[in-house]
């Protein structure tokens, strides 16, 4: 459970907080920033950051430029 966990507590402090297997606390997150990364072969990784956050997607978008 998120909050047995200590998760609430962490989420408002300053900081950024990664959370592996997030999507089991799609309820508790709202608008998360998701960092997926992948194996593509031995010399690759790809890096895929999502977010349904307006002000977070407009930073995204200078990033990517």
């Known amino acids: 459970d998120f909050e ?3 998760l609430l ?3 408002f402090e300053d900081g ?3 959370i592996e297997w997030a999507e089991k606390f799609t309820e508790e997150l709202k608008n998360p ?3 997926q990364l992948s194996v593509l072969d031995d010399h690759s990784r790809k890096i895929q950051i999502i977010s349904s956050e ?4 407009e ?3 200078k990033l990517e430029n």
Do not use: C
């Open 16 to 18: 950024v907080v990664a």
């Open 54 to 57: 307006p002000k977070f997607i």
């Open 4 to 6: 047995d966990i200590g």
């Open 33 to 35: 920033i998701t960092i």
């Open 9 to 11: 507590d962490i989420l």
């Open 59 to 61: 930073y995204l978008k």
